[in-house]
Every structure is written in structure tokens, then in C-alpha cells.
């Protein structure tokens, strides 16, 4: 029982903590700019978190290693530096997006601008990772995400139309604006693709101690928490073929997003829609944090450890502290949460090979997993999309800014 449990929340944990900003913002872009004809990108992206997911758990599991450790130890320092400088130029991007949308969340809720929200969400994000247990941040935050399933309700009360929707499930070449279609597959790719998820996943699995007995947990919960995660974000790319694409209108500020429960839900669709773009934005900042100082302090051999005395493991504490300043601050700075979640979301898919190709190596190592290494199955779909991402990622953003 106490393992149908922990299978039980941590599906839940997952599906709380998959839909953020990126996964919101680019699937309502998709639909409003494309109506159903992108959800092969949304689940293309699933698929490969959910693989990543599970490799990453299984690699924690089986070797008792971090990741980061691990690339720096088989790939030597200057590939691991290579990752990190990619991975948190890109990442802190991506916390910018996320403290920017609990800021936007805020301003809606309220009618106080944006630039009076971002310093304050910024400091709670600090204080609940400097004060908070690792369980509290991956199942607390995450539960209270759950909200997000008003997309779903919504979407299903819309009207959606169901063989349209098949039919999108199958790549199709665009019949209009063939960059911004590319551009926006790349971007629903990078939302749903992000690396600060198994990151963060697998330093969990070390946090709570787990071995080759936690493999079929670890299955279950990659499985399906990011398949019912993915559902999510079809969902809001739904409501926005069904509320946005009609009328003709784009996804051009966060108060676009906010109709696409208002219209089919009314007032409560509005508040539930302020609660699930706050909480989902406030997780996935906590998760970002955490997981670049885990690359850090990982790689570099810190004293790390979320459970751990910030006093005790100084230099990972001063990490994150000083990544959700810098993010918070390109905010304040005049960057438009919006338009930062379409490029970083972009530059996250097109940078994948970087963290990915390397962790694919490691999952083919049996002097780390033994007998528990990766399949060709496995290997193949990360690494089929993974190269997908960053081709249409290369291709269509220098394009898709000229033409802006």
C-alpha cells in the first residue's frame, strides 16, 4: 500500500508540476495561430520529457550517482562547463518567463503593474526554497498546480471538435506562415522539452535515497504524470482554437490567455485561470532554481542538498540566490514575459543536444546502470526529436525575428 501511495502522489506531483508558463503560453499561441494542427508537437514533447524523465530516475536509481557528477567524471571539465554555460543562460531565461508570469498572475488579480510584483514573487520564491524541505517544494507546490485542470474542463465544455484534432496529431507541412509555424512548433517543443525538469527529478530520486527497487515507481510516475501533463497543454491549445482562432485574434499579451477560460467559464474561469498561472509559475521558478544550483554544486563537488542546513551548504544556497536575482532582474530590466517565454522557450529546443547527447551516453554506460541501461527504443525517440527541435530551432528563429 505505502507504494501505491508514493506512485499515487508522485503521478499527482508530476501532473501539478508540468504546466507552467512555456507550456501555457506556446500551446495557446499554437492554437490561436493554427487551430489543431500543432498537437503533434505538444506530444512529441511528452514523449521525450517522459523518456528523459524515466532514464533520469532510472540512472539515479541504479548508479546512486547525480547527473552532473557523472557527465563531469566521463566527459572531463571542459564538456561539463560546456553544459553548464548552455544549460543556465537558457534556464535563467526560462526563471525570467516563470517570475515574470506569477507577476502577470498578480497584476490580473489585482490591477497593480507588473514591475510592482516581480521583486516580491521573487524574494517568496527565495525564502520558500531557503526555508522549505525538498518534499514540501516537489509535492506541495505541485498539488496546489493541480488547478491547472480547469484548462481541461474548459476545453471540454468548448466544444472541441475531436476529428480536427486527430488529424493534428499527425505532422502535417503548413498551408500559412510556414516560419511562425516552425517557430511555434519549436517553441511548444522547448516548453515541453525543458532540462531543468529531469534535473530536478533525478536529484529528487537522490534526495529520497532511492534504489533499483524504485524503478517501477519511477516508470509509472514518468509514464503517466507527464502523459496527463502533456493532456494539459492540449487542453489550452484546444481552448484556443475554439475561443481565439475564430475571431482571428493571437496570443499577444497574458491577458489573452486569461479568455480562454473566462469565455467558456465566466467569472470563475478568470480566478481559476489567475490561480493556475501563479501557482504553476511559482513551482516551476522553485524547480529552476534548484535545479541549476544542482548542476553546480553537483558538478563542482559543493556540499549540496535541499533538506540540508543553508548554513551547512553554503555555496549552493548563494547559487540559487544569486539565479533568481539575476532572472528577477532582467524582468525589471523591461523584458516582456511574454515575448522572453517565446525565446527562451525557442533557444531551450535548440539547444537540447547539448545536455541531452551526453546524458544519452551516460544512459549506455553499464559501468553506471549495469544491467538497467538504455534500449534502442529509448535512444531513439530522445534522440530523433532531441535533433528535431534543434534543426527547426536553428532554422526558424533567426528567420522568425527578421520577419518580426
Wanted: aromatic share 10%; charged share 10%; hydrophobic share 55%.
Amino acid at each position: 500500500m505505502k507504494r501505491v501511495l508514493q506512485i499515487a502522489l508522485g503521478i499527482v506531483t508530476s501532473v501539478g508540476g508540468f504546466l507552467e508558463i512555456g507550456s501555457i503560453a506556446t500551446a495557446a499561441q499554437a492554437g490561436a495561430a493554427f487551430g489543431y494542427r500543432l498537437a503533434w508537437s505538444i506530444v512529441a514533447g511528452t514523449v521525450c520529457i517522459a523518456f528523459l524523465l524515466e532514464m533520469s530516475g532510472r540512472f539515479a536509481a541504479c548508479s546512486g550517482r547525480t547527473i552532473p557528477d557523472a557527465l563531469r567524471e566521463r566527459f572531463g571539465g571542459p564538456v561539463y562547463l560546456t553544459i553548464v554555460a548552455v544549460m543556465c543562460c537558457v534556464s535563467i531565461l526560462v526563471l525570467g518567463a516563470e517570475i515574470g508570469g506569477t507577476a502577470v498572475a498578480l497584476q490580473l488579480g489585482t490591477g497593480i503593474a507588473l514591475r510592482w510584483w516581480v521583486a516580491p514573487m521573487a524574494v517568496l520564491a527565495w525564502f520558500i526554497v531557503w526555508r522549505g524541505t525538498f518534499g514540501f517544494i516537489e509535492n506541495g507546490v505541485s498539488l496546489l498546480g493541480l488547478v491547472t485542470i480547469v484548462f481541461v474542463v474548459a476545453a471540454v465544455s468548448g466544444g472541441p471538435d475531436y476529428g480536427a484534432l486527430a488529424r493534428g496529431l499527425v505532422p502535417r507541412l503548413p498551408d500559412h506562415r510556414p516560419v511562425h509555424y516552425w517557430y511555434v512548433a519549436v517553441s511548444v517543443l522547448g516548453a515541453s522539452i525543458s532540462p531543468y525538469l529531469y534535473y530536478f527529478y533525478s536529484s529528487g530520486a537522490i534526495e529520497d535515497k532511492w534504489n533499483v527497487g524504485y524503478l517501477g515507481i519511477n516508470r509509472w510516475v514518468a509514464g503517466i504524470g507527464m502523459g496527463f501533463g502533456g493532456f494539459l497543454s492540449v487542453a489550452v491549445m484546444v481552448l484556443a482554437a475554439i475561443v481565439l482562432a475564430p475571431a482571428g485574434r493571437e496570443v499577444q499579451h497574458y491577458r489573452d490567455l486569461s479568455d480562454l477560460t473566462t469565455t467558456v467559464l465566466g467569472t470563475p474561469g478568470f480566478w481559476l485561470f489567475v490561480a493556475a498561472l501563479g501557482i504553476a509559475c511559482l513551482g516551476a521558478t522553485l524547480e529552476i532554481a534548484l535545479s541549476l544550483a544542482y548542476l553546480l554544486a553537483q558538478g563542482l563537488g559543493w556540499e549540496w542538498g535541499e533538506d540540508m542546513d543553508p548554513r551547512r551548504s553554503a555555496r549552493f544556497s548563494l547559487t540559487y540566490t544569486v539565479i533568481i536575482a539575476v532572472a528577477a532582474v532582467i524582468v525589471l530590466a523591461g523584458a516582456d514575459p511574454l515575448e522572453l517565454t517565446n525565446i527562451s522557450m525557442a533557444l531551450t529546443a535548440a539547444s537540447l543536444p547539448v545536455g541531452v547527447l551526453p546524458f544519452l551516453v551516460l544512459m549506455n554506460d553499464s559501468d553506471y546502470l549495469g544491467d538497467h541501461t538504455n534500449g534502442p527504443l529509448g535512444n531513439a525517440v530522445v534522440l530523433v526529436i532531441s535533433v528535431l527541435a534543434m534543426v527547426l530551432g536553428v532554422i526558424s528563429i533567426p528567420l522568425q525575428l527578421a520577419g518580426s
